[in-house]
């Protein structure tokens, strides 16, 4: 290994004596900017806040804070260690060289979102210049705050910024998609309550509501059904939702989903909905392996068949 490479290890762990050394070596020494900076990308990734003064501050050939587009800003946003908007404060107030907070097109912002990095969140947003928008990426930092389980204060804060906040609805329902992946019944509730530009529960043709099936939420499939303006239709694609049930590998909770649909369409003849997929009706019982689902099928497709004859 060379000067270099024992330079970004020592780096890396915050060994600032060894990279003192290594600096002030006589022989072939380090650069502090050697390879594009790369010693200080690997210390603003591991939240190492003496290092990256040091290697800021080095009298010889220095590691500039602006580094590669902000790169240095953007691995610190990303760092989940309580310090790391220490590192985001010391790269943005270098007097030398300091990163747009905007960075990458606000990929700093969308780094602090997804490590659910409130710090750095609001220290971005709130810089004095050229801060980032909170609609950065059309809605990239909403969907990184949706899709991560537990993220209900940045996902409010970023809704309710007052200049330049993400909609809701951002790409077609795409936040609330993200919201159900992550099984957050609450996140959902936010997103489709949200007083403006709310997304439709039925958003990208009832995709929220298979996947929440897929994902065996009965809690998110009711939200869903039970969306008062825009509701999917729970047979909507020849029954895709129940066929979604049916093939999942996850067990605990299918009944709970299955009798939510049964619930929200009980005149439906399910059976022969599933049955229009190519699946026979009574391979229902063998797919779910689950006798109280199969049994509310039936008993739906009895009572559909009862009323049609009579």
Sequence with gaps: MDGGGLLDAAAAR??????????????RTPRADARGCAALLRAAAGNQLEMVDLLLSWPESPARADCGDGAALVAAAG?????????????????????????????ALVAAVTANNWAGVTMLLNAPAHAPRADCGDGEALLAAAGRKGCHTLLRE???WPLH??????????????????GDAAMVTVLLNWPQHAPRADAQGGEALLLACRNVNPAIVRLLLRHPASAPRPCMRDGAAFLELMLTKQRGNSASVCQALLDAAPDVDVVARVAARGIAPLDMQRLMDDYVVAAAAAAATAAACADGSA
């Design 79 to 107: 760092c989940r260690c309580y310090r790391s908007s220490e590192v985001m404060r010391r790269l943005l107030e270098d007097p030398c060289h300091p990163p747009r907070a905007d960075c990458q097109g606000g990929a």
């Design 158 to 160: 970023l809704l309710a």
């Design 165 to 182: 906040a993400p909609r809701a609805d951002v790409r077609g329902g795409a936040a609330l998609l993200a919201a159900v992946g992550a």
């Design 14 to 27: 915050g060994a600032v004596d060894v990279a003192v050394a290594l600096l002030s070596w006589p022989v």
